[in-house]
């Protein structure tokens, strides 16, 4: 997991990122089609949550290889990661103070901006998992 000289490669957080996206895709996923408010919707969104967290910090690592550079490191597509991670705290605190229509709106925008829309981007030529599926 680690280089020869011990710091973290780009392909090192691109598993990780990829470790904790792809289940996060599959439990956002299930919570939009089941009912909400079980404990399974509630403990699972736990998960999810905890999940895009990690998956947007992990990704403030990982420099931009496409288009324009922000301090020679951030591109756009880390704009879904600065959303992930004031998105997951603040539908998390919607939920808690009872405000379950903020709560709904973010995850949907967290669901929507950070996996499918940002998914979408790294998928394009150019980017690295475009590389490693398409050759």
Not at 74 to 80: A, E, K, R, V, Y
């Amino acid at each position: 997991m680690f280089s020869n000289q011990n710091t973290m490669t780009y392909q090192d957080l691109m598993y990780i990122h990829l470790a904790t996206v792809l289940p996060a895709f599959i439990i956002g996923t299930i919570l939009l089609l089941i009912k909400k408010g079980t404990s399974f919707h509630k403990a699972s969104g736990r998960i999810y949550m905890v999940l895009m967290l990690i998956t947007a910090l992990v990704t403030l690592f990982m420099p931009a290889h496409v288009g324009a550079k922000i301090f020679n490191h951030f591109g756009w597509i880390h704009l879904f990661s600065f959303l992930t991670i004031y998105t997951v705290p603040t539908a998390y605190t919607a939920i808690k103070k009872g405000n379950v229509k903020a709560h709904k709106r973010k995850m949907i925008l967290l669901y929507v901006g950070a996996i499918l829309i940002a998914g979408s981007f790294t998928l394009m030529p150019g980017r690295y998992l475009h590389g490693i599926l398409f050759g």
